[in-house]
């Protein structure tokens, strides 16, 4: 139990300070500009077709801004979910690597964009790339550790525990 909760809290802090660097030293931009680097500081641009920056953006729906304005709703259903992830690893057979560390890594992202919201109102936005000339939305670290515990679940529900002893005798 040791693990998932250092990954949690790793993630969490992380997260956390990301955000906090960023509200500090980047200006608000309500909608991001159409040219490099967008209202934001420039890492790379043109690296083989992918410009990325860092912006200061906020999300006041859920992933991609869908639903905007709907803080109070998606709360509500984003710690039920919380809730029933936690119950579900508490209680729950699951084997540490199948299920519990992706599972630890969703939770970890959903409290951070819980926290913003209930902190700011709603979800700081960072990191923005255009993908060889795809503007893809902003996200944050939070948005990440919920993508990668996500895929994570989706590849290890392909490989499923052997129950049968290989049998090793010969005829």
């Known amino acids: 139990m040791r693990v998932p909760l250092l990954l949690a809290f790793f993630i969490l802090i992380l997260d956390i300070l990301s955000k906090a660097i960023v509200i500090q030293t980047i200006p608000y931009h309500p909608y991001h500009s159409s040219f490099y680097p967008y209202g ?6 043109n690296f083989l077709g992918v410009e990325f920056s860092i912006i200061h953006l906020a ?5 991609w801004g869908m639903f905007p304005g709907w803080q109070m709703t998606l709360l509500v259903l984003r710690l ?27 939770l970890a992202g959903a409290l951070g964009n819980v ?3 209930l902190i700011h109102g709603h979800v700081v936005d960072m990191f923005h790339f255009v993908l060889w000339g795809y503007d893809f939305p902003a996200f ?23 129950k049968e002893k290989p049998n090793c005798e010969r005829n």
């Not at 934001?40 to 641009?45: D, L, P, Y």
């Not at 579900?88 to 890594?105: A, C, E, I, R, V």
């Open 40 to 45: 934001g500081v420039g890492v790379f641009e």
């Open 59 to 63: 999300n006041t729906g859920a992933a």
């Open 80 to 106: 039920l979910i919380i809730g029933a992830m936690v119950f579900y690893l508490f209680f729950g057979k699951n084997s540490l690597y199948q299920t519990t560390l992706p599972m630890t890594m969703i």
């Open 115 to 117: 926290l913003d919201t």
């Open 140 to 162: 944050n670290i939070a948005d990440s550790a919920i993508c990668l515990g996500v895929a994570w679940l989706f590849m290890t529900s392909f490989v499923a525990p052997s």
